[in-house]
């Protein structure tokens, strides 16, 4: 007890020094002040929901086009499955019943799913959205109606984390999406942001053919279980992962991790999501893993800052067959301890990625 109790309170401490070792941002304009005071008080700025991708694309819509989605969502009875997470029972919406409950960002998101869904011609003209779904037999984190279009969370997960690490994305820059199954992320942002150009690799190998053949002017490569891949050094502006670095044993996670700095140029930024403290809950909350599993999680978090299990069994992750991939939990001060200095930590936010992973938003120190 006495132990685990020093646990914690070295564990809280070394949480306080996270915030101490956020790094201080680039300069910017004398007119962001605020944000600049708002965040030299806490990183969890970021947690705030904003969706630079989504509003930039919703943008090039004007009101005929709005009302179209409506008119087609409106007279939709039809039931369709509604996006779980991995291992949580089947759930169907009726699509009215999708629409009609759609308010803020969520509704403007739904815009851009429908509009690629009901094929409407002027939405998908004016937003370079493409309406090409992954067949079911094809890896993606979701095959509904629901997902048409792209993932215009994660993409405006990845588009915040960067703006609030101040290093939006920029004309010119080269972005690659780490695991990207068949393109539900990538095409979200090439869409949202046409003058960066967008990568994406997996080890999966029938969802990049399938990438590479339905989503053009996406580089799209199948990549090795383990680093490194055939990127050039300091290639890229910007990496993300996913749910990526919530699979790996530790091990993995480091070699890749390493691999990401290679390939980023000095000052660029990876994006990754991991299961943390909050993940336990999360599970907990919605019955998808055991009691005694998740007590032993919140122990190992505690022990080592890492829990990893095998979980995909001989026939591997929908065919990619790695016992150092399954599902994996970190602390903070794990990444602390493992990560830096060699990365700074721009930004991090709990349970960012669907109240469920946290998301580090980690900076290649400039040269
Ligand atoms: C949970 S899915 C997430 C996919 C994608 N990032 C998204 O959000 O739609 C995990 C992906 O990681 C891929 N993967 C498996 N092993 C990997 C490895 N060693 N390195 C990178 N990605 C891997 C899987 O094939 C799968 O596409």
């Known amino acids: 007890m006495g132990t685990l109790r020093q646990k914690a309170g070295t564990g809280k401490r070394r949480l ?46 004007d009101a005929s086009d709005v009302e179209a989605i409506a008119a087609a969502a409106n007279a939709d009875d039809t039931m369709i499955d509604f996006p779980v997470p991995p291992g949580a029972p089947p759930r169907q919406v009726r699509m009215t019943d999708a629409w009609s409950k759609a308010t803020g960002i969520e509704r403007k998101r739904l815009d851009l799913v429908l509009g690629a869904h009901y094929e409407i011609d002027s939405v998908l003209e004016k937003t370079g959205l ?35 690490a101040r290093a939006p994305i920029a004309e010119g820059d080269n ?18 942001y046409p003058e960066a150009k967008l990568f994406g690799c997996d080890p999966n190998g029938p969802a990049i053919e399938w990438a590479t053949a339905n989503l053009p002017g996406i580089d799209f490569r199948v990549s090795p279980n383990d680093p490194p891949t055939s990127y050039e050094d300091n290639f890229f502006a910007a990496a993300f992962g996913i749910s990526i670095w919530s699979h790996y044993n530790e091990r993995l996670a480091l070699a890749w991790y390493d691999e990401m700095w290679r390939i980023l140029r000095p000052g660029g930024h990876l994006i990754s999501t991991t299961h943390g403290a909050q993940s336990v809950a999360f599970y ?3 019955g998808l893993r055991s009691a005694q599993q998740l007590t032993d999680i919140k122990a190992a978090l505690y022990d080592t800052g890492y829990w990893y ?18 599902t994996s939990f970190v602390s903070q001060e794990w990444v602390l301890d493992k990560l830096t200095p060699k990365w700074e930590v721009a930004e991090y936010a709990t349970a960012r990625n669907e109240d469920n992973q946290d998301v580090y938003v980690l900076r290649k120190p400039a040269a």
């Open 130 to 164: 493409l309406t090409v779904r992954p067949p079911e037999e094809v890896h993606a984190m979701t095959h509904s109606a629901l997902g048409a279009g792209g993932a215009f969370y994660q993409a405006d997960l990845v588009a915040d984390g960067l703006a609030s």
């Open 284 to 286: 907990g909350k919605l």
């Open 175 to 192: 972005i690659l999406d780490f695991g990207s199954s068949s393109g539900r992320v990538t095409r979200a942002l090439a869409a949202a």
């Open 16 to 61: 306080k020094n996270a915030w101490r070792e956020l790094q201080p941002p680039p300069p910017i304009e004398q007119q962001d002040t605020a944000a600049v005071t708002e965040r030299a008080v806490t990183p969890q700025k970021f947690a705030i929901e904003s969706a630079p991708a989504t509003e930039r694309i919703h943008a090039r819509l």
């Open 309 to 326: 299990a095998a979980e995909f069994g001989k026939d591997g992750d929908w065919g990619v067959v790695n016992d150092e991939w399954g």
